[in-house]
C-alpha cells in the first residue's frame, strides 16, 4: 500500500505557542488529504478536508483560525496548532485518499503526539 | 448525520473465531471499511467493501449488507497480535466530496 509519514511523531510545547505538524505522501500524489484527531481510548474525530492548491473545508466545531492546513503540494499538507492549550493534547493523524478506479482506499500516516505543558 | 455502531469491547481465546459487528446510518454511502490500530499507533487497513456479500483476506473476512446498514470482521484462528481496537468507517459524500466517519472501535483482547 501507499506510504504517509508524519512529522514530528512526539512533540512537547508550553502553552500558548503554535506547532507545526507535516503530513507527506511519499510514493504518489494526493490531491486530499484529511486531518483527525483521537482523544484516549476514543476513535478518530476528522477534522478537516484538506484539498491541494484550495482551502481547507472544516467539520463542524473545528476552529479554521486554531487549526491552520495548508495543502500547497500534491505531496504536502501541514497542520499547525496555533496558540496551543492543553486541551489541544491529543494524537494528530493524517490520511491521504488514493482513488483508482472504482477503488477508494485512504492510507494513515503514523501519527503525532501532541502534549500542550 | 452518521451514526455508526460498534461494540466497545470484546474478548475471545487465542485460535477462536470472532465477530466484530458494525451497523450503520448514512446519507451518501459509498463503502465501508475496517481498520486495526494498535494502541499509540495510526490505523493500518484491513478491508474495504462497497458491494454486498463477503471479502475474504486470509484470517480477516469482512461482510457487507447495504439494505440492512450492517457490517461484520471475521477474523479466524485468533492470535495474541491480533489484540487492538477494530474501526468501523463509513465512506460517504454529504456532498460533492467524500470522506471517512469512525466509529467508535470495538477493543478486542485476545486471552490464552
Known amino acids: 500500500g501507499a506510504v504517509v509519514s508524519q512529522h514530528p511523531s512526539r512533540v512537547i510545547c508550553k502553552s500558548g505557542t503554535s506547532v507545526k505538524i507535516e503530513c507527506r505522501s511519499l510514493?504518489?500524489?494526493?490531491?486530499?488529504m484529511f486531518w483527525y484527531r483521537q482523544f484516549p481510548k476514543q476513535s478518530l474525530m476528522l477534522m478537516a478536508t484538506?484539498?491541494?492548491?484550495?482551502?481547507?473545508?472544516?467539520e463542524q466545531g473545528v476552529e479554521k483560525d486554531k487549526f491552520l492546513i495548508n495543502h500547497a503540494s500534491l505531496t504536502l499538507s501541514t497542520l499547525t496548532v496555533t496558540s496551543a492549550h492543553p486541551e489541544d493534547s491529543s494524537f494528530y493523524i493524517c490520511?491521504?485518499?488514493?482513488?483508482?478506479?472504482?477503488?477508494?482506499?485512504?492510507?494513515f500516516g503514523p501519527g503525532t503526539r501532541l502534549t500542550v505543558t | 448525520g452518521q451514526n455508526i455502531d460498534q461494540p466497545t469491547e470484546m474478548t475471545a481465546t487465542e485460535g477462536a473465531i470472532v465477530q466484530i459487528n458494525c451497523t450503520y446510518q448514512?446519507?451518501?454511502?459509498?463503502?465501508l471499511f475496517w481498520y486495526q490500530q494498535h494502541a499509540g499507533e495510526a490505523p493500518t487497513f484491513l478491508s474495504y467493501?462497497?458491494?454486498?456479500g463477503l471479502e475474504e483476506k486470509g484470517r480477516f473476512s469482512s461482510f457487507l449488507s447495504r439494505s440492512k446498514g450492517y457490517s461484520y470482521l471475521l477474523l479466524k484462528e485468533l492470535q495474541m497480535k491480533d489484540s487492538a481496537s477494530y474501526l468501523c468507517?463509513?465512506?460517504?459524500?454529504?456532498?460533492?466530496?467524500?470522506?471517512?466517519?469512525f466509529g467508535t472501535g470495538t477493543r478486542l483482547q485476545v486471552t490464552l
Open positions: 484538506s484539498n491541494e492548491g484550495s482551502k481547507a473545508t472544516y
Open positions: 510514493d504518489f500524489q494526493a490531491t486530499t
Open positions: 490520511s491521504a485518499r488514493v482513488v483508482a478506479g472504482s477503488r477508494y482506499e485512504q492510507y
Open positions: 468507517a463509513v465512506l460517504h459524500s454529504p456532498g460533492t466530496a467524500s470522506k471517512l466517519t
Open positions: 448514512t446519507s451518501g454511502f459509498n463503502g
Open positions: 467493501n462497497v458491494l454486498d
